[in-house]
């Protein structure tokens, strides 16, 4: 920040746009996930849960109004996506080192005999695989 305020036209600026897509991605995730998992307990505790008496409801109402405040979800989804499909961009044009630390992983990309298929699946040992049924 102070080097900012002290020198604004040399800064350096590179990790803005990441910082913004984590930040906006964040930031939708967690405030719905919040606002559902209230909606939730509220549905759990019954009839109780609209009682005023109760705090839960009043709860859920005041929460909600965070999901669209400085920003709607939908919009701060769809500026988290841009930022990825233009580091998927820069991965696939070969320009790889311009990629930023969190989208690193999207580097091998770059090579022009990347294959889906030619990657190793040595991960997926019986020992680390989770059955989600």
Known sequence: KQQIEAAPEEADLSSLPEMHASSAGLKALCTFTTADGLEECRKC???H???LASGVAQMAVDYVTYCTAEGDRIILELQCARF???SYQLAKSQRSASLSGACSY???LSDPKFSVNSLQASYLTEGNVVDLE
């Open 49 to 51: 849960g609209v009682l």
């Open 45 to 47: 505790c019954g009839g």
């Open 84 to 86: 990825l499909m233009k």
């Open 106 to 108: 999207l580097e091998p």
